[in-house]
């Protein structure tokens, strides 16, 4: 009955390659997130997407494209992959845009080598 | 974007001990919200703030939203081993939610 799952937990890839990371949410939630963690812990978002529209692009490299099939899921796919990918990486939703808390996933550990 | 200016970065204290730590911004959020993230976890909310002013609890925990709507603190009393991990405080408006650099808390037994 997990609430926000995300596969897989670890990815271990060389550069140059293109992975996929996946999210899924049985909460309902209408807006999903995909936020970066750095081995310093500052958590960044990266992405929203609300009802299939994306809300929030940051400055996030154009290698980076979220993929949303239907509102409970929001993949991220990765291509050419870069040894500054590294990180971890959560997927989260929330409910209602605005106030709602974000309730998250357990990461995604990538490793470029 | 807004920045969180969260303190302090850690924290080494005795079990018992209280814990304050606080989020400051330049800009107006609707929300505040403070999670905890243990290793190996995504962050876990605490508490969350919707109103200016509001003071709010979760067991030994505490929360409060600032009146200027640009800070927020979080209090944790008599705290326990199980409180080690990272405390990070959250502020939200409209889609765009962001959170502080996070305070890394060790309790001694």
């Known amino acids: 009955d997990t609430a926000v799952s995300q596969t897989p937990k670890y990815l271990v890839t060389q550069m140059g390659n293109d992975k996929s990371i996946k999210c899924e949410q049985n909460l309902g939630h209408d807006t999903m997130y995909w936020y970066k963690q750095d081995s310093k812990k500052f958590l960044k978002i990266m992405f929203s997407?609300?009802?299939?529209?994306?809300?929030i692009n940051e400055t996030v490299p154009n290698r980076f494209s979220p993929k949303s099939p239907d509102k409970a899921h929001l993949n991220l796919h990765i291509n050419s992959l870069e040894l500054g990918d590294s990180a971890v990486y959560f997927c989260?939703?929330?409910?209602?845009?605005?106030?709602?808390?974000?309730?998250f996933g357990n990461g995604t550990r990538l490793t470029v080598t | 974007g807004q920045q969180l200016n969260q303190s302090p970065q850690s924290m080494f204290i005795q079990e018992g001990e209280d814990v304050s730590m606080n989020c400051t911004s330049s800009s107006i959020f609707n929300t505040w919200l403070w999670y905890k993230q243990e290793p190996g976890e995504g962050p876990v909310l605490l508490i969350a703030?919707?109103?200016?002013?509001e003071l709010t609890s979760n067991g030994r925990l505490t929360a409060q939203f600032g009146i200027t709507r640009k800070d927020s603190f979080l209090n944790i009393s008599a705290s326990i081993p199980s409180d080690v991990g990272i405390y990070f405080c959250?502020?939200?408006?409209?889609?765009?939610?962001?959170f502080g650099a996070g305070t890394r808390l060790t309790v001694k037994p």
């Open positions: 703030l919707y109103k200016a002013g």
């Open positions: 997407y609300n009802n299939k529209e994306l809300i």
């Open positions: 989260a939703s929330s409910q209602v845009a605005g106030y709602s808390p974000l309730h």
């Open positions: 959250a502020g939200r408006v409209n889609n765009d939610m962001r």
